[in-house]
């Protein structure tokens, strides 16, 4: 989760994986496996030969995902602070709901979680609306749509952070670009500015805008590919039963392109469901707890106040957040793969 | 001509042996009379001192000096880390607590050193009385924690009043500020003035074609909780009693809130103030945005460069106000310094290296940067020095600075968990000045926060 906890998270799974491989040394020294092998039932080979090969795998992600996951849900029933490791890792049954019971009255927690859920209904569903929009119209570029496409993607290449810091510079009440415009074309005064990641709703609007304009493309683009490979047959066969556009769209186009679309609103609620750069640089969480999400208020309890207990415990709200999320789209998806 | 040579050399050698090697020596010992440098008597040939420090322009030319310190006693320092406060706040805890200690020398901070208390040497074992005696006794007092000095300091900041000379010298601004408010324009030096003239420069200058706003802060973080704390103090309040319970919500608590609350809400202070840290508000400032407002004294040099900052030779300092306890000054402050990990590999060397990094030359040539000495050596010679400067400043700069220093400096509460609780409670001091939360409801809110806090970090058991 945060970088102390990794430290002791991969010690931790060093000292795994080393007593592992002392131990399957130790095994293959000792047992003869061509032997055992030859025990097994030859019916049987086929079904066990293929568990077999996958045993490294589970015992990696159980390394890398399970062991980290279940540390912090055991981080998350005790008052751990780094700063008093030996006097607060410790877990007792009687206080073990403490930091939950804490959220569920901790009214920025309730308020992280409302703006998380609306940071990411808005922004995943907007891009979605600009995404298939220009996919349709780029789909229909008969010159130059490689350019296009190329343009399209400038705002994915740049890193995260570094978009906060211009939307932040954009947004700045001083010096931002927003409000110079509108001082310049005397829509505001000078001496009046617009504190627009201050003021409530505008700050939220802001991260919105920020988030959008970097990841739009990346669903247009999904989208784009989506439209591209679906049959031309489809849209011949109902040209000559005289559907227009918006029939062909709405009976072709948006039922066969709905595996698409759902892969593209997995990735982008799973994205955004952990949105947190863009937000620490632009308003890391404030003013007043007003852009709060949960990742920006995990991490400001983790890392600057040394309280990993209950950023494990606002941690496990958002792990769930995401899985909720999956779980509902992916139902979606397979319910979409209808056979025309 | 072998023998004119050989005389030649003989000669070169006796006046070298009369004169002295140019070297090592040489370098380090500095004009007779002049500041001394410390820590360089001892041979550490062979040994490297590792160095995790605060990063930054103003911090960085101070370690300059180390090739000295290297060229003369053989040791080798490497810096481990360098990074901001926060940064290396965050980079000492992590390998205090992780046990994964990788340097001999480290940054440390008046505000800061209650966290690290468990994990740093007693300074006194490494440094004798009369070494220690130079250093601001007020500051090594606020750096003993249950007896154990935890720190060397390096230099100190503290704010003083920074305000316009243009605006308060305006005579039309005097009359007219007498008549409305019944008493002089002056620089403030009571908070409640400093809400009369924030009120006054705001409303008097925003038809013109530079208006001001009257005076700002920092607006979140420490820096918000920490600018709270000092009018807080001068209301006479305090964050905790002597049981670490939480008492900012009473009268004192409430006034300063309101206080602030009140600037914000009436546009006394800019509106972005709750996204402003040090370098916003040092810009607005240094751009003629504001009338009047308390500030470290780092930025002396930079306010005064015409040709970064409209304000160059048109502001004056001066001491912090008083407010409602009547005698006490606000003087929230702090001293960057040096301590040496338990787990450090070179404890004796680590010492030596700090005794140069503290000594009377090193911190002379780092006061010339602007920054503030913590030795009384120091001082003396700077203000004696200060008189020759055509700066009209610069002598009652330092008068000041050491005035402020020695009787208005206090610093954070001493506890480990200064910074967990300025998080806790600076979002909800921001929410009582945006007006989401009344101002009785928001203290008693964060109250019940830290008590919440304290008690998880066992303060109570």
Known sequence: MLSLLTE??????????????????????LLPFGYLWNLVPYDRRRTIFPLLLIVPTVIIILMVVLYPLG????????????????????FEQSTMWRNYERLKDDEIFIRSLKNTILFLAVTVNTEFVLGLLLSQLMARVTWGQGLLRTILMIPMMFAPVLVGFQFAWFFNASVGLVNNAMTSLGLMQLNDPKPWLVDKPTGMIALMIASIWMNVPIMTIILLAGTLSLPNELYEAAEVDGAGFLNQFRHITLPLLRPFILIALTIRSLDVSRAYDIVRIMTNGGPAHRTEMIWTYAGRMAIRSNRYGMASAISMAGVILGILFTLYLFRQLVKSRVVY | MRKKIGLLLAVLLICSVIVGVPGKQSTVRAQDDGPQYAGLDKDLSGITIRFAGIGGQPYEAMYDSFKVFEEATGAKVEIVFLGDGFEIDRYL????????????????????????????????????????????????????????LTLIPRHADISAMHYRTDLFGNADYQAQFESEY???????????????????????????????????????????????????VANGGNYFNEDWEPIFDNEAGVATAQWMRDLYENGYIPPDTPNNIWPEVAQNFCDGKVAFYLEWYGWYSYFQDPNSCAVAGKFGLTRGPVGTAGDVHTGWAGAHAFSIPKDAENKEAAAQLI????????????????????RGDVWGRLIAEAGASEDPLAVPRLELAQQQIAEDFFTPPLFADWISFTDLWFPTLQSIMLGDVSVEEGLAQAVEETTGLMEDLGYYD
């Open chain 2, 93 to 148: 805890k992590q390998n205090y607590a992780a046990g994964t200690v990788d340097f001999d020398v480290a940054w440390n901070h008046t505000s800061f050193t209650a966290q690290y208390v468990d994990f740093v040497e007693d300074m006194r074992q490494y440094f004798t009385e009369e070494e220690l005696a130079p250093f601001s006794p007020a500051i090594l007092d606020a750096a003993t924690i249950d007896g154990k």
């Open chain 2, 355 to 374: 005794k140069f990094l503290t000594s009377e030359r090193v911190a002379y040539e780092e006061s010339q940067l602007g920054l503030l000495a913590v």
């Open chain 1, 8 to 29: 002791r998270f991969s010690s931790g799974v060093f000292v795994i994986m080393n007593a592992f491989t002392q131990v399957m040394g130790i095994i293959w020294r």
């Open chain 2, 182 to 232: 019944g008493y002089p324009l002056a620089p403030p030096t009571t908070i409640a003035e400093m809400y009369d003239m924030a009120e006054f420069f705001t409303n008097v200058t925003k038809d013109t074609d530079s208006p001001v706003y009257g005076t700002q802060f920092a607006g979140k973080e420490e820096a918000l909780a920490g600018r709270f704390y000092e009018l807080l």
């Open chain 1, 71 to 90: 540390y912090s849900v055991y981080v998350s029933f005790t008052p751990l602070n780094m700063l008093r490791y030996e006097k607060t890792f410790h």
